[in-house]
């Protein structure tokens, strides 16, 4: 799977709500009613991840909740990322 060229990125975001491109990666952040909601997001999200095989570098402190998509062998966002975006905005939303 080949990396996008920014231009390619910076289209596909814009119908991606929530989502930036910084970095060499695609990011998004949410807050949720508690911990528990937060962690029962991120619990569906691994689900789905693990099918893509495609694992996001995430951070979660109480309600908030931090993910960054970026495909490590190709050095750059990828079709997997953004799959994995579209996925994460489903589960959220």
Sequence with gaps: ?????????????????????NDNAIHTAFEFENFKEAFTIMTRIAF????????????????????????????GVTEKDLELAETINRLVS
């Design 48 to 75: 789905e991840a693990e099918k893509l095989d495609h694992h996001p570098d995430w951070s979660n402190v109480y309600n908030q909740l931090h993910i960054s998509l970026y495909t490590h062998s190709e050095n």
């Design 1 to 21: 799977m080949k990396a996008l060229s920014e231009a390619d990125i910076r289209k596909r975001l814009q119908s991606l709500e929530g989502w930036e491109y």
